[in-house]
């Protein structure tokens, strides 16, 4: 399975460069500002892979920004138009990055930050308390007199190892279920998406499909790719129900763990709030000033083919009391320690 994730990468990177190379073969292109904006406006065009999703018109964005832009612009200002054409997208996966600034989508984040549903230190002082336990990414405790074992994991990137997961196995074998919240996880290695999915039973399973953007017409895309879960070994497994926590600020590769988690597992319940989305692949490359970017060149679907690129939403919508959290209560991990115990 990592093969063909890699596999799929690389076609990204091979399919972006050679359409760069036909839309400006037999042409020098120059570094004017004039230049730099047509290159990037029909870079994307051709190989971004959310228009529709987005709905986003590419050809309007066009006539609204272009005009801002002539030969003796200042790069301060390039840069600030380059990236207001780029966050009409309102993806959280694309970037304009200069030696002096880089580009933000601001409704993206607003959405990831203003609307988290977590309160960090009632999860802290309460839940794992002082006498929480670190493994490997993993801080944890019990909770509910030892019913229910509480995993934070607070990023993607912070890796994962079998070994982790075998101790946290058996650790909280006597519970009756398992919490693993991933609020505010912001994604990194979809390696480690893999690594957590082996805490779920090792059966044969369809997790997702999978398509590249592979022409310049904004329906182009590669054949459906499928993509199943790897194999791993029971040892890992956790025999128990599991709840995963999320939020608005839980993005691209928690989405994509979402996304497998609620399509395919009946013994596990998403709780929480919509993720923020990011379930297509970025890609990039340089712009003729020395500029560059990155957007999405995959889409990812469900086994129904739902795209859940804008947010995968929960089995269950709790959103975080205010009241309760200044009691110093999280409603939404007990909201999730009632189902695991069938309260």
């Not at 959405?111 to 009632?122: G, L, P, Q, R």
């Given at each position: 399975m990592k093969k063909l994730y890699i596999a799929i990468l690389v076609s990204a990177f091979v399919v972006l460069c050679s359409s760069c190379e036909k839309a400006f073969m037999g042409k020098e292109v120059s570094d004017d500002p004039v230049s730099t904006f047509e290159y990037l406006w029909k870079v994307v065009d051709e190989q971004y892979s959310f228009f529709d999703v987005k709905g986003v018109d590419w050809d309007s964005?066009?006539?609204?920004?272009?005009?801002?832009?002539?030969?003796?612009?200042s790069d301060d200002s390039l840069f600030c138009v380059l990236g207001a054409m780029l966050n009409t997208l309102n993806d959280g996966h694309t970037n304009l990055i200069s030696p002096f600034d880089v580009s933000h989508n601001e409704e993206v984040y607003r959405?990831?930050?203003?609307?988290?549903?977590?309160?960090?230190?009632?999860v802290v002082l309460n839940y794992l308390t002082i006498n929480y336990h670190t493994t490997g990414s993993f801080a944890h405790n019990a909770l509910r007199d030892g019913q229910v074992a509480y995993l934070r994991y607070s990023s993607f990137s912070n890796n994962i190892s079998d070994d982790d997961l075998v101790y946290l196995v058996n650790k909280y074998k006597n519970t009756k279920g398992m919490i693993i919240d991933l609020r505010q996880n912001g994604g990194g290695s979809v390696n480690n998406v893999w690594n957590l999915l082996k805490f779920f039973p090792d059966e044969e399973r369809q997790l997702y499909k999978t398509q590249i953007k592979n022409g310049p017409a904004h329906n182009d895309f590669s054949e459906m790719k499928i993509v199943n879960l790897p194999k791993h070994e029971d040892k890992t497994t956790y025999k128990h129900p599991i709840v995963v926590l999320t939020d608005r600020g839980s993005y691209s590769a928690t989405s994509f763990f979402s996304l497998c988690v609620k399509s395919n597992f009946p013994e596990a319940t998403i709780v929480g709030d919509t993720t923020g989305g990011g379930l297509g692949l970025p890609n990039g490359g340089e712009l003729p000033n020395g500029w560059t970017y990155r957007f999405s060149v995959t889409r990812t679907l469900d086994n129904n083919d739902n795209n859940y690129e804008n947010g995968m939403p929960p089995d269950v919508t709790v959103i975080l009391d205010p009241v309760q959290t200044a009691l110093g209560v999280d409603n939404v991990i007990e909201a999730a320690c009632d189902i695991l115990l069938g309260e």
């Open positions: 964005v066009y006539a609204v920004y272009r005009p801002k832009v002539s030969e003796n612009i959405k990831m930050y203003e609307n988290n549903n977590i309160n960090t230190d009632v």
